[in-house]
């Protein structure tokens, strides 16, 4: 069995969350805070990092745990290479990993959609043999929010059909939207996690910030299942 901590769109040192009275940087403290205190090691982090002006705080404060990285539509992968790079061969951020039960796939969605050689990449990577667990920044199920029909992944559904195509359950783990949901469609469960810097109300028809509150995601996989459970805390 093992735990992550998801934990995704801090936004250090854009100007946004100050003017909405959010410190980003006190809150990845708390966060990592308890998470050391959970005795989870294994943190993957979600995208939007901030300006790359905080590179070198936010690396430092990771630097002792185990860190899987995926790129938000605030980063620029030219800025996080020397930081975080898994092949010196790629000029985007995706990757794979797996264990006995599951194959671990990483996306890189930095431009608002996911490029063809992602998109094949993907094609010859999945396994029939294992179930796939799917981090990208963006959604790919719809929401019913406005957030969604603002700032969507603009080639979902391109990564939709190839994921309704394979044969084994797909879960994914997403943020981008500042928000808390579950969305479930065939094969595809989707967990879309709050932002450690402020967050956006569900709501169809405008965006509404909600900067009282943060938090993230403790995911804990075995070989029989996956379950999430959400750590939230006030500003």
Same mark, same amino acid.
């Given at each position: 069995?093992?735990? !992550?901590?998801?934990?995704?769109?801090?936004?250090?040192?854009?100007?946004?969350?100050?003017?909405?009275?959010?410190?980003?940087?006190?809150?990845?403290? +708390?966060?990592?805070?308890? !998470?050391?205190?959970?005795?989870?090691?294994?943190?993957?982090?979600?995208? /939007?990092?901030?300006?790359?002006?905080?590179? /070198?705080? %936010? %690396?430092? @404060?990771?630097?002792?745990? *185990?860190?899987?990285? !995926?790129?938000?539509?605030?980063?620029?992968?030219?800025?996080?290479?020397?930081?975080?790079?898994?092949?010196? *061969?790629?000029?985007?951020?995706?990757?794979? +990993?797996?264990?006995?039960?599951?194959?671990?796939? %990483?996306?890189? #969605? #930095? #431009?608002?959609?996911?490029?063809?050689?992602?998109?094949?990449?993907?094609?010859?990577?999945?396994?029939?043999?294992?179930?796939?667990?799917?981090?990208?920044?963006?959604?790919?199920?719809?929401?019913?929010?406005?957030? /969604? @029909?603002?700032?969507?992944?603009?080639?979902?559904?391109?990564? @939709?059909?190839?994921?309704?195509?394979?044969?084994?359950?797909?879960?994914? %783990?997403?943020?981008?939207?500042?928000? *808390?949901?579950?969305?479930?469609?065939?094969?595809?469960?989707?967990?879309?996690?709050?932002?450690?810097?402020?967050?956006?109300?569900?709501?169809?028809?405008?965006?509404?910030?909600?900067?009282?509150?943060?938090?993230?995601?403790?995911? +804990?996989?075995?070989?029989?299942?996956?379950?999430?459970?959400? !750590?939230?805390?006030?500003?």
């Amino acid at each position: 069995m093992k735990r !992550i901590a998801f934990i995704t769109d801090i936004h250090l040192g854009e100007q946004f969350p100050i003017d909405n009275n959010v410190n980003p940087p006190k809150n990845l403290e +708390t966060v990592l805070s308890d !998470i050391e205190n959970r005795k989870i090691n294994e943190i993957i982090f979600g995208g /939007d990092i901030g300006e790359a002006t905080s590179h /070198d705080y %936010f %690396f430092e @404060k990771l630097k002792n745990l *185990n860190v899987k990285l !995926i790129l938000g539509n605030h980063d620029k992968f030219d800025k996080v290479k020397d930081h975080f790079n898994k092949d010196k *061969n790629k000029d985007e951020l995706y990757y794979k +990993t797996e264990d006995e039960t599951y194959q671990y796939i %990483f996306l890189d #969605s #930095s #431009s608002d959609e996911l490029s063809k050689t992602q998109l094949e990449w993907i094609l010859n990577e999945l396994s029939e043999q294992k179930e796939l667990v799917l981090f990208v920044h963006h959604p790919v199920l719809e929401i019913e929010t406005k957030v /969604d @029909k603002v700032y969507p992944l603009k080639n979902r559904d391109e990564l @939709k059909l190839i994921l309704l195509k394979f044969k084994n359950n797909v879960t994914i %783990f997403c943020g981008h939207y500042h928000m *808390n949901d579950e969305q479930e469609f065939k094969n595809i469960k989707q967990y879309t996690t709050q932002s450690l810097s402020f967050q956006l109300i569900i709501n169809p028809t405008e965006i509404e910030i909600d900067n009282l509150n943060f938090g993230y995601r403790i995911i +804990t996989i075995s070989t029989e299942n996956i379950k999430t459970e959400i !750590i939230n805390f006030k500003q």
